[in-house]
């Protein structure tokens, strides 16, 4: 069930179809407008030609965000973020940038590691898979799920733009999901990312680039986690309070950085290589092995005490059939398979306290999807993310704006919610006329 069915009318509903279908059909049978036109679309090649949202344009016409796909750095005109990143520096500890970029941006830390103590005094993951933290105030790493038998189930670097397959999949299995995406991603797929949330499933930050994140220095860190925050916000409504670190390069400075911005650091016990399959020495048989010996020790005990974390992708068409292939073995062996915020009871995943996610105990019971107050902003709609609400200490991300296009993309009632699918509408027609 789509999210913003659960705000309007089916009537409404129809009559936009009707219209849309009437709209389009002289050009493309396809609504590449909304969240709900675009999760029809299973043809990989359609699924990937780029489209036009009209949040995200305004949004980089306005300066608001970084270039995409390149080192984030906060925004000069950006006094929010500027202001947000001053607030936390008593909280980054006086640890310096690992490596040497652009080297190490890439995970290149050979001029580094020679030098850098056994003692591993930074928590250092990519040194010594370290995931308890030395710096005093930090939480562990999330590596694996305490509930026994049970599976922490996320995939990293969507949304990718050919994922419905993989998406009907899993709704067709009724399984929730944690989604770590890449802000960059989100810019050029956000009906994609909307679709995560009406889905039901839990999206988390993975950086805006994708680069070892302890290479990069403090203001870097901070902007790649803060406009992907953002990122999410403009394009979903909500604001993340999770993360993965890319290759899982983490340390205190970044976990602290993380931290400060409500950032809780999720990792893994188990790499299923799926991202490296035909790269290097890794091959599809090698990942099948991976995914069959976690398998096994869920059926021989080994989880019988705490559940675990296996590293999966949406990267691309195979990490993406690897999840389908092995599901049916992995729900068998496994008693539960739960997003990570079901698993740790994290029934307000997000900044904006209108969305909650079912506790572990509710969806073991069956309540996979609780009622969500975050109705999806549409494709004619125009907020802006300039109010700085993803700090992590608003609670007022559920704003409703009204725009010259006339449409309030984020109500916060369910009459509202009618309201801006009406205006939506409008503005998608308008533009087609244009
Ligand atoms: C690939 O090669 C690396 C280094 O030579 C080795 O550590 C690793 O185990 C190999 N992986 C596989 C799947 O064979
Ligand atoms: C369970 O299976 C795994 C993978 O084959 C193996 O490494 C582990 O030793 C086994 N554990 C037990 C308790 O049998
Ligand atoms: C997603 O997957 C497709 C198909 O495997 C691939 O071609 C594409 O580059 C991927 N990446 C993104 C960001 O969508
Ligand atoms: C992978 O690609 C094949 C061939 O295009 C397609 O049939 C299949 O549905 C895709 N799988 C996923 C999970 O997207
Ligand atoms: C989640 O809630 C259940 C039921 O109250 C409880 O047994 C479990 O310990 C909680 N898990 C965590 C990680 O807090
Ligand atoms: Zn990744």
């Known amino acids: 069930m789509r999210l913003l069915s659960l705000f309007t ?10 219209a849309t279908t009437l709209f389009v059909s002289s050009t493309s049978a396809q609504d590449r407008t909304t969240e709900q036109g675009e999760a029809q679309i299973t043809d990989p090649n359609q699924e990937c030609t780029p489209y036009y949202y009209q949040p995200v344009s305004a949004a980089i016409a306005a300066n608001e965000f970084p270039p995409i796909w390149t080192v984030a750095t906060i925004v000069s005109s950006d006094t929010n973020a500027q202001a947000k990143y001053q607030s936390i520096q008593s909280q980054i500890p006086n640890i310096p940038p690992k490596g040497t970029q652009p080297a190490s941006l890439m995970g290149d830390f050979s001029n580094f590691t020679p030098t850098y103590p056994s003692s591993d005094p930074d928590c250092w993951w990519t040194f010594d898979q370290c995931t308890t933290p030395k710096l005093a105030g930090l939480p562990p790493d999330l590596a694996v799920v305490p509930e026994p038998d049970t599976l922490g189930y996320g995939f990293d670097d969507g949304p990718n733009c050919s ?10 299995n009724n399984q929730k ?23 039901g499933h839990e999206i988390c930050v993975h ?27 403009l394009v979903t409504g909500v604001t993340p309070t999770c993360w993965r670190p890319p290759f899982g390069d983490v340390d205190d400075r970044v976990r602290a950085i993380a931290h400060a911005l409500g950032l809780r650091t999720i990792i893994w016990k188990y790499d299923s ?14 990942v099948d092995q991976n995914y069959e010996d ?7 005990g080994t989880f019988a005490t705490a559940g675990t974390i296996m590293l999966t992708h949406e990267l691309n068409n195979f990490t993406m059939s690897e999840a389908v292939k092995f599901y049916a073995q992995l729900k068998a062996a496994f008693k539960y398979i739960v997003p990570m915020g079901v698993a740790t009871n994290q029934t307000q995943p997000y900044v904006e306290t209108t969305y909650s996610l079912p506790s572990f105990e509710q969806y073991i019971s069956g309540t996979t999807t609780i009622s969500s107050g975050v109705p999806l902003p549409t494709d004619g709609s125009s907020s802006s993310t300039g109010s700085g609400s993803s700090s992590g200490s608003s609670s007022s991300g559920t704003s409703s ?3 010259s296009t006339g449409t309030a993309s ?22 087609l006329l244009a």
């Open 9 to 18: 009318s089916q009537a409404a509903v129809n009559s936009a179809l009707i």
């Open 163 to 172: 994922h419905n397959v993989f998406y009907n999949f899993l709704s067709q």
């Open 177 to 199: 999901a944690t989604m770590f995406y890449i802000g960059s991603n989100v810019m050029d797929w956000p009906l994609e990312a909307q679709r995560a949330l009406a889905d």
């Open 207 to 233: 950086t805006w680039s994708h680069r070892y994140m302890t290479a990069l220095t403090n203001d870097e860190v901070f902007a790649e986690f803060y406009y992907t925050m953002e990122s999410i916000k």
């Open 273 to 286: 290589n799926d991202w490296r399959a035909g790269t290097g020495n890794v091959t599809s048989a090698n």
């Open 294 to 300: 976690l398998i096994t020790r869920a059926q021989n």
């Open 401 to 403: 704006g009204s725009s």
């Open 410 to 431: 984020r109500a916060s009632s369910d009459g509202l919610g009618m309201l801006a699918a009406g205006a939506a509408f409008v503005g998608f027609a308008m533009k």
